[in-house]
């Protein structure tokens, strides 16, 4: 079984290209799951259900849904073999900006849409520099000098993944990305031991514990203060 995990900002697009990239898959007689983490909320499993396309979902609660999805991995890893798929898709929230659910040695692949902002790929981080490839969406929207603009910023923030432009309405360039994602010479059985490829935030305070107070007197643990004076700035 081979195994992909795809993650970007909500609303990105992330469920739709997933849906027609399954599409192209399938014609090819590939058998393809997905799992959804999210964060509270999520009704792309009823989605995935109304395609034939078998589904679990997972949501974290409280929890931050990166921190959640390498907790239970192995486990969804577990699921799909039993469900004898040719390919698991997972497919994170990427609501922690600075997390990055990808794992060495398993193609990553990071959705971000033009409507974001030209200055978004500077802000992502981890999920985008370290993906191996970017799939950019909602350029039916904008204009062509709009879609090179994101384009070359998001090839200056990572210059080695594979960028692509790929409509999640109409399915266009998803079959491009189908051909991307399954290896017949790939297969994970297991990712116990595997490492991720960048370490989640090293954080844990009061508030991480369930502190609601808000004052010095309440922060406790991995805290950082804000520089405000008049020629400082926060870095």
């Not at 790929?121 to 981890?126: A, E, F, T």
């Not at 969406?137 to 062509?144: A, F, L």
């Not at 266009?172 to 790939?186: H, I, K, M, N, R």
Request: aromatic letters at 6%; one cysteine or more.
């Amino acid at each position: 079984m081979n195994l992909v995990t795809i993650s970007g900002p909500p609303s990105s697009g992330k469920t739709s290209v997933i849906l027609k990239t399954i599409g192209a898959l399938q014609k090819r007689g590939l058998s393809v799951g997905v799992v959804k983490f999210d964060c509270l909320y999520t009704d792309d499993d009823i989605l995935y259900k109304k395609a034939g396309i078998p589904v679990k979902k997972g949501l974290s609660g409280s929890l931050c849904p990166d921190h959640y999805f390498v907790s239970n991995i192995e486990e969804v890893v577990k699921w799909g073999i039993k469900e004898n798929l040719d390919l698991l898709i997972t497919e994170s929230a990427g609501l922690c900006n600075r997390c990055s659910p990808y794992i060495k040695d398993i193609k990553a692949i990071c959705v971000i849409d033009n409507l974001s902002g030209i200055n978004t790929p500077k802000k992502i981080g981890p999920m985008l520099k370290s993906a191996d490839i970017v799939v950019i969406t909602k350029g039916d929207i904008v204009s062509q000098a709009e879609r090179e603009v994101f384009s070359s910023r998001v090839n200056s923030v990572n210059p080695k993944a594979v960028t692509m432009h790929i409509n999640g309405l109409t399915g266009q360039g998803a079959f491009e990305l189908s051909t991307l994602l399954y290896d017949e010479e790939t297969d994970t059985s297991t990712v116990k031991g595997k490492k991720l490829r960048f370490s989640m935030p090293s954080a844990l305070c009061s508030y991480c514990l369930g502190e609601t107070r808000i004052g010095e007197d309440y922060q406790m643990g991995n805290v950082r203060k804000m520089k405000l004076g008049d020629d400082e700035d926060d870095k």
